[in-house]
């Protein structure tokens, strides 16, 4: 079992939580956290038992409240073309074959609010706060926040949250459609695990390639968008989990689905 000093792994059914494990920090997100979010990544893509996984902070007061301030400073223009950095972990989070949930618990800011705009689902708590404050440095959000904000929310809305750094609460993250439920502090781990018993109960198979087709689409023409789709879903009709879907369906009973 993999031993991390920054994050935590556990599984619980068919459920793997990554917890972002720095609170002293506010779950500050350092190089070290990024490599390990990486190892971790590694070890659950191979793992067939696990259908989900569930990104949040340790504690209750932060998600992930950015990158690390002392590290950033560190930076030249050629350390952001090395290996291992936020935008790639981030890219690699987003085309992750295992569908990825956002459990957002507290502050989201800077590389946290990236992260959690990497995940396919994002369900907050009403005391959230999201914000992109990188230009209060002089930087922008470079973990992939000016391309993805935009393509969630609009390009006005977050031109508006980038420009002029302002922190939104849950609700309004939900008004804009930046997450897809806000619920109470309370509650939110358990709507967090309903959402993902919702997706753990489809054909595996078929999650699966919804998720490549979606992302694999979004950026290109209507027009190859289908095609890859009218593709997808030719693979799908050749596996025993379309017939045993089709089948359970008629015959008014549960699906057993076996990836095949």
Do not use: W
């Amino acid at each position: 079992m993999n031993v991390y000093q920054n994050i935590e792994v556990n599984k619980k059914g068919h459920l793997t939580y990554v917890t972002i494990n720095r609170p002293e920090l506010r779950n500050a997100l350092n190089k070290e956290t990024l490599q390990e979010l990486i190892e971790a990544l590694k070890v659950i893509k191979t793992d067939d038992t696990v259908g989900c996984v569930i990104f949040t902070g340790k504690g209750d007061k932060s998600f992930a409240a950015g990158a690390d301030i002392s590290q950033l400073r560190q930076k030249t223009a050629l350390d952001f073309f090395k290996p291992g950095g936020m935008q790639e972990v981030y890219d690699q989070i987003e085309m992750f074959e295992k569908p990825t949930i956002a459990m957002v618990n507290g502050f989201a800011l800077g590389g946290g609010c990236e992260l959690a705009l990497a995940c396919d689902i994002r369900i907050a708590a009403i005391n959230a706060k999201f914000g992109l404050p990188e230009l209060n440095l002089s930087i922008i959000p470079g973990a992939g926040g000016t391309q993805r904000l935009a393509r969630l929310v609009g390009k006005g809305k977050a031109l508006d949250m980038i420009l002029t750094g302002k922190i939104i609460d849950g609700e309004e993250a939900y008004r804009i459609g930046l997450v897809s439920e806000v619920v109470s502090h309370d509650e939110l781990e358990a709507k967090t695990e309903e959402v993902a018993e919702k997706i753990l109960a489809k054909g595996p198979l078929a999650v699966k390639l919804a998720k490549l087709v979606v992302q694999s689409g979004f950026d290109t023409d209507q027009r190859t968008g289908l095609l890859i789709e009218k593709l997808a879903q030719a693979v799908l009709f050749s596996t025993e989990d379309k017939n045993e879907g089709t089948s359970a369906f008629l015959e008014k009973r549960m699906p057993d689905f076996i990836s095949r």
